[in-house]
């Protein structure tokens, strides 16, 4: 199984020897250009029709790299679908606000899917996915009427048909992640309070020791999207902190768990073939 030989190989030595095939320019702003870094399958054509996923990284609005999500890009790409990892801006580097990291994860959602024969893609199996603040970012896409870029063709649909979410802080409300740096401003940007009928199935990674997501938050999530029809599948690791998900935390098992799951998810949805 796919799985089962990915975990034969330590997942530090992963992540440091994986590289995207191809990095685009999908956006200029004020502050600096923003790219994709895509990963395709082998003998992968423009003239084909894949699923795609754009990842989000994680970093609390502030830090990070799109580099996060290479492993699990990787493997995808190895599985048969196109994983693009995407900048968005962040403080530490732009100066910027939440509010700018959600209007960049909206234009880089719009730019896939309208570029999608260039890129080989489907555009009506097009997934979000992402951790931490990355992981608000690909809900926030899925569920915030607002916050677009001014620049965008606002004709080209930024909702993914899917979400994979890893500790997403998707809860930004007066008792939820990041509030201080939102406050009357929360119920815009909290993807957890915006929840209507059509938002695509969701799976969500979550530790119950995770500080900053709590438990009560990712069942209020699921109970939230079965109340309006969607699918979300709430999936717990036990003793399991923020951030358990990423390669090289402890002895890699729960990255390797969480792509297991995150595999059975997507073939579920028609996006991958049964691994062998």
């Known amino acids: 199984m796919l799985v089962l030989l990915l975990a034969a190989v330590p997942a530090a030595a ?19 250009p923003l790219k994709l870094h895509i990963f395709e399958p082998e003998g992968h054509k423009a003239t084909d029709q894949r699923p795609a996923i754009v990842f989000f990284f994680g970093g609390g609005w502030v830090g990070g790299s799109a580099s996060h999500f290479y492993p699990q890009s990787q493997y995808l790409a190895d599985r048969g679908m196109v994983a693009i990892c995407a900048e968005y801006r962040i403080r530490s580097k732009h100066k910027t606000t939440p509010f700018e990291c959600v209007a960049d994860g909206k234009s880089a959602m719009r730019w896939v899917r309208s570029h999608a024969d260039e890129l080989g893609i489907d555009p009506d199996r097009l997934a979000a996915g992402g951790g931490s603040a990355g992981g608000h970012v690909a809900a926030a896409t899925a569920t915030l009427p607002g916050l677009d870029d001014p620049a965008d063709d606002l004709s080209v649909s930024c909702v993914p048909n899917a979400l994979v979410l890893f500790n997403p802080v998707y809860d930004n409300g007066p008792d939820g992640y990041g509030y201080d740096r939102v406050k009357e401003r929360w119920q815009e940007i909290s993807p957890l309070h915006n929840i209507r009928e059509g938002i695509p199935p969701a799976i969500v990674f979550l530790g119950t020791k995770d500080r900053l997501v709590p438990v009560a938050t990712g069942k209020a999530f699921q109970k939230k999207m079965e109340d309006v029809g969607s699918r979300s599948e709430l999936m717990l690791w036990e003793g399991a902190e923020h951030g358990f998900f990423n390669p090289g935390k402890g002895d890699g098992t729960a990255y390797h768990e969480t792509v297991a799951a995150m595999d059975r998810f997507l073939t579920e949805l028609g996006y991958l073939k049964p691994a062998e």
């Open 14 to 32: 992963q992540e440091s020897k994986t590289k995207p095939d191809r990095v685009v320019l999908f956006k200029t702003t004020e502050q600096g």
